[in-house]
Every structure is written in C-alpha cells, then in structure tokens.
T-cell receptor, first 111, second 115 residues
Framework: SQQGEEDPQALSIQEGENATMNCSYK?????LQWYRQNSGRGLVHLIL?????REKHSGRLRVTLDTSKKSSSLLITASRAADTASYFC???????????FGQGTTLQVKP | KAGVTQTPRYLIKTRGQQVTLSCSPI?????VSWYQQTPGQGLQFLFE???????NKGNFPGRFSGRQFSNSRSEMNVSTLELGDSALYLC??????????????FGSGTQLSVL
C-alpha cells in the first residue's frame, strides 16, 4: 500500500491564489520529498525536507514537516497557470531502494 | 548534462506479446530504477539496478524483468502482456545506490497501451 496519503485529491484555484496540499505517511522517515508531474510526463523533483527540519523554502514553494503527526504540507504561493500539474509526496522505504509515493494532488490553476 | 532518456515514448501492443523499454540515465548516474504508474494503483516501484545487478525488487510478477549494462543504460522487459499492463513506465536515475538523502531524476516515460 502507499506510504503517503494526500489531501485534497484535486484542487482548483485562480491565478494569484495560494495552493496548499497535505501529505501523511505511516512510518519513520529520514526525509520527505515533493515531486511535480505534468500530464503524462515524468516527475520533476521540487524540494526535499529532512526529518530534523520543520520548514523549508524554495522560491514560491514552502514545505513543512511535522514528524510527530507524520504529515507534511506543500504551499505554492501566488500560483500561475503553469503550476497546473499533479503533485506527489514521497518517502524512502527503509533500505529497499524504493521511493514510495502518495496518490497525488491534481492542481488546476485557472488564468 | 542530458537528462534521463526513455525510448520509445509510446507503444501499442496486443495481449500475449512482449515489450522492451529502454532507459539511458544521466551521465555518471549508476543507479537506475523503474516505476509503473496507473490511474488505479498510482506509482509503484518495479526494481532498481546498480552496477549491472538488480538490487531491489517490487511486488510484480516474474513477467516483469530488467537488466542494466556496463554503461548504466537499462532495459525493462514485460512478457506475455496483459491488458492490466497498460501504464506509464517511468525510469529514474541517481548517482549511487543507498544514499537516501538523494532525489530521483525521472525520464518522460513510455506510455504502453495493451489492446
């Protein structure tokens, strides 16, 4: 089963608004990553947050991590139509070499 | 540096056939992993190769196999195709195996349709 569960499954906003996506996971982690996928394409790494970090910023992206609640959130500020994509959280599964992905949040940003 | 390259981009096959997908990792990356993405199951790990050896394997039947060459290029093979094998197959690379602080670099994928 998937390690991460994401919420909401779909999100539709207007350009300029902020978008928040949430991710929960089940086991202890070393780090948590967020990826973006444009329709039918490969995944692009956005940001990685380590287990000893609580918040991280990269451009218009802000990620938080709460290891006590086993949850993370991704905030995209001042969204653009080009941000329309699916967003996935992912964690490494122990020593298996496997990256476990959440089900993803599909974001639509309307111009 | 060129990114991860997957060929072909699209494939249409019929049930019972077999298919081979190809992946060239980023230059210098020695670990290649494969993922299957479907609307129902999401992204699922198939296997990882490092130094021409399969290091880790996901929960897929033996019809799914792969290999890695000395130049780190990898191929994935699916035999006796079933309708349920229709999916986007993604290849990803990273510099080395076992460093779990690392991110994966993904190719654009091969969209396989089984009719």
């Amino acid at each position: 089963s998937q390690q991460g569960e994401e919420d909401p499954q779909a999100l539709s906003i207007q350009e300029g608004e902020n978008a928040t996506m949430n991710c929960s996971y089940k086991t202890s982690i070393n780090n948590l990553q967020w990826y973006r996928q444009n329709s039918g394409r490969g995944l692009v790494h956005l940001i990685l947050i380590r287990s000893n970090e609580r918040e991280k910023h990269s451009g218009r992206l802000r990620v938080t991590l709460d290891t006590s609640k086993k949850s993370s959130s991704l905030l995209i500020t001042a969204s653009r139509a080009a941000d329309t994509a699916s967003y996935f959280c992912a964690t490494w599964s122990g020593n298996t070499g496997k990256l476990i992905f959440g089900q993803g949040t599909t974001l639509q940003v309307k111009p | 540096k060129a990114g991860v390259t997957q060929t072909p981009r699209y494939l249409i096959k019929t049930r019972g056939q077999q298919v081979t997908l190809s992946c060239s990792p980023i230059s210098g990356h020695r670990s290649v992993s494969w993922y299957q993405q479907t609307p129902g199951q999401g992204l699922q790990f198939l296997f990882e190769y490092f130094s021409e050896t399969q290091r880790n394997k996901g929960n897929f039947p033996g019809r799914f196999s792969g290999r890695q060459f000395s130049n780190s290029r990898s191929e994935m093979n699916v035999s006796t195709l079933e309708l349920g094998d229709s999916a986007l197959y993604l290849c990803a690379s990273r510099p080395r195996q076992g460093a779990f602080s690392e991110k994966l670099f993904f190719g654009s994928g091969t969209q396989l349709s089984v009719l």
